[in-house]
């Protein structure tokens, strides 16, 4: 017998053999042991007011049978002999189940019950209340009667007892007090009910926890409701109490701002509107376009008109700042200085005129003898009023700044040398004059010369439509000598009578606006602007925007080289703290904060970049010209000390080129050669122009490792000259031809394996061995070679004349028939200018 059939079979838990509420359990090596089973006592729930029923009787062995009138509990149904462990516990879940279910629908009823009884209640409450108020209203009005009534036999027997000859006073009215009804307040509960109440109330301290009766009881543990839900429903009941969600909305009119150019979407969110409606009626207007394209001012024009909007059209203009529509009022304006520009040809005494009106000694300094940066000075009569003197450049460079000059004046004073006469940059200043509409005072200078002819001048002047007073015209006329020092007193005499003609007046009592005269970069201030203010008054801290830079006015600098706290209208200053360096011209206009500065350059820059960038209109006939043209272009990079010398340089650098070669200027600015300029030159391979600047000690080691060309200027003309003469030799010689002799080609013979020879007529000039040639078929060329050999009859020859014959081989070509024309030219070389 194997070991498995003398072991017994393992047996399972079950219930058999032991005693009621109790589990045997057997384990190997015949050990038992027996698990105690506790069974919990069922809670019965009962109505409020009803009596608990009593408790369970006790096992039949311990306690007699219950009395008939007691309710017994359901019978339990007695476990089968044969039931296993878990067919006892999915039995007792069930039952557990089916109680739940009744509890349930038992509280259900109760529920139900209480709260129909709750109703009446406050039904019979009001009815009460109602009930009360009519009666205590009852009341109060009949005793509010009773008073009347004994009121009036007291007014029968007061007349009796009056006599005959006066009546006596009335009685006074008498007024019973009424007391106050009382309403009657509803009756509270009766304290029998708070027990009841107390056992449907649940414990606090196990309501927050979840039980396993709470988890599968649908009723008790519902899920509250999202704020998603509380929120859709709070706004249901809002649009039920406005009015009902089947009445129409109000459609809001909004005043729509439209700039030139806006996208789809943001105009639909500027009007409210949802994007794809704007969509769907732009493709009905047969545009194809999506929320995020752009559409033009027009078009939006038509959508918010047609969605029942109001447009307001902006432009991208309206963000800078035009000082034209500003105009001061009359009582504002107060007197101010009046402003003289210095005009006149180079080297006729216009700084020397200043000199000797200031004291000081300007042209000491001048590189060249010559003023080649316009200057604004301020001088003192002895009157004790001010004058604001501008000194503008002579040279023919400098047409820009005269003009400038003259666009900011008030009175404009020509210098004419007495010795010299009218010149092209004296006619170039009366144009100038005549342009901006301002008066002109003739000072006729270098009258201590001997051979001075003020007459000639004023003949001369009649030439350009300038009459002088003393030729019954109304330009005023003075002799001076700014050496010599004589009829300056007269000069500042006539410039005050102009200046009290004109009735100068602004308004020193608002936002200064200046006008840039100069701008250079110092190496120790940074960027600096001379201005002269022409209305308000300029402080120390104003916030400004000039042309593309904006900055705050950190100092303000005279021009005696003081710095003062402001100033006021037709005074040149110097102003630091600009952002960058602004170009001559451009006007200073002082905002309210940093951020207007900020937007109004921003946008500046904007446009002076598209400007830049811009293309000009092309056509094919233009790309065609410019891939066949031979235009040789000369790159350039300057750098100078002020930004009129900039102006002035590159304008003279353009008038430099003709058809054949141009220049182009790669980057022209303001301040010393730094190192990008000298990558920029290198990698162009174009020189630097340094006008009054030099490199910096890290641009000198790169021009030295680079080789970068460099030149320096301080006399413009000087620089002119030397770049013309660069750009000639860029071209070379000038090659000029000379046509020596024309000969007609009459035969062609074959001369050697592969050549041929023609036979040749000379009508006029000479042939000659070894000069070039052109043969020409039909007048259109059909080589162009040279005399390879030339033989009259057998001999070699160096020449043949005119009316004789001889035969020619020309070189590197073999294409000749009778008939041809061969046409004989030598070429000189010229050395070229521009």
Known sequence: MSDDEKKPARKPLTLKGAQPGEVKQTFSHGRTNKVAVEVKRRRKLTKPGETPPPPPPPAAEEA????????????????????????????????????????????RKRDEENAKKAAEDEKKRVADN????????????????????????????????????????????????????????????????????????????????????????????????????????????????????????????????????????????????????????????????????????????????????????????DVDITNDEDVDPEETLKPRPPVVTIMGHVDHGKTSLLDALRGANVTKGEAGGITQHIGSYQVKTKGGDEITFLDTPGHAAFTQMRQRGANITDIVVLVVAADDGIMPQTIEAINHT?????????????????????????????????????????????????????????????????????????????????????????????????????????????????????????????????QIKKAGPSMPVEVLGLGGVPSAGDVLTVVENEQRAREVASYRQEKATEKRTALAPTSFDTMFNNLASNLVEFPVLVKADVQGSVEAITTALHNLGNDLIKVRVLHAGVGAITESDVQLASASNAPIIGFNVRPNAKARELVKRDGVEMKYYDVIYHLTE?????????????????????????????????????????????????????????????????????????????EVRAGLECGVVLADTNDIKAGDQLEVFEVEERERTL
Do not use: C, W
């Not at 009519?134 to 009005?141: I, L, S």
């Not at 109490?241 to 789809?264: F, L, M, Y």
């Not at 376009?289 to 008109?305: F, H, K, M, S």
């Not at 500042?492 to 009592?509: R, S, V, Y």
């Open 130 to 317: 109602k009930k009360a108020e009519a009666e205590a209203a009852k009341k109060a009005k009949e005793e509010a009667a009773k008073p009347k009534e004994e009121s009036a036999p007291a007014a029968e027997e007061a007349p009796e007892e009056t006599s005959d000859g006066a009546s006596a006073a009335p009685a006074a009215r008498k007024f019973t007090p009424v007391k106050r009804p009382e309403i009657k307040k509803p009756e509270r509960k009766k304290k029998e009910d708070k027990p009841a109440r107390a056992e449907e109330k649940p414990d606090k301290r196990r309501s927050g926890k979840l039980s396993v009766k709470k988890a599968l009881n649908e009723d008790e543990g519902r899920r509250a409701r999202s704020l998603a839900a509380l929120k859709r429903a709070r706004e249901k009941e809002r649009r039920l109490q406005g009015g009902g969600s089947n009445k129409p909305r109000e459609k809001q009119v909004r005043d729509v701002v439209v700039p030139e150019a806006i996208t789809v979407g943001e105009l639909a969110k500027r009007m409210g509107e949802k994007g794809a409606d704007l969509v769907k009626e732009l493709f009905n207007l047969d545009m194809m376009v999506t929320v995020n394209q752009t559409i033009d001012q027009d078009t939006a024009e038509l959508l918010v008109e047609q969605f029942g909007h109001n447009i307001q059209k902006v432009s991208e203009a």
């Open 64 to 107: 007699p049978a219950p009395a008939p009138a007691a309710k017994a509990p359901a019978p339990k149904k007695p476990a089968a002999p044969s039931e296993t462990p878990q067919e006892r516990v999915a039995r007792l879940q069930r039952e557990a189940e089916e109680e739940r279910l009744r509890l349930a629908e038992e509280a």
């Open 434 to 562: 005549k342009a901006a509409g301002v008066p002109m005072i003739v000072a006729i200078n270098k009258m201590d010369k001997p051979e001075a002819d003020p007459n000639s001048v004023r003949t001369r002047l009649l030439e350009h439509e300038v009459i002088v007073e003393s030729m019954s015209g109304d330009v005023q006329d003075v002799e001076i000598s700014a050496k010599a020092k004589t009829g300056l007193d007269d000069l500042l005499e006539k410039i005050a009578l102009q200046a009290e003609l004109l009735e100068l007046k602004a308004n020193p009592d608002r936002m200064a606006e200046a006008t840039v005269i100069e701008a250079q970069l110092d190496k120790g201030r940074g960027p600096v602007a001379t201005v002269l203010v022409t209305r308000g008054t300029l402080e120390r801290g104003n916030t400004f925007v000039v042309g593309t830079q904006s900055g705050r006015v950190r100092a303000i600098v005279d021009d005696q080289g003081k």
């Open 722 to 798: 030397e770049i013309a003469k660069e750009m000639a030799g860029e071209l070379g010689p000038e090659r000029i031809e000379h046509v020596v002799g024309r000969a007609a080609v009459k035969e062609v013979f074959k001369s050697g394996k592969k050549d041929k020879a023609a036979g040749l007529l000379v009508e006029e000039g000479v042939i000659r061995k070894g000069l070039y040639a052109r043969l020409t078929r039909e007048d259109v060329i059909v080589s162009a070679t040279t005399i390879a050999s030339l033989r009259r009859f057998k001999d070699d020859v160096d």
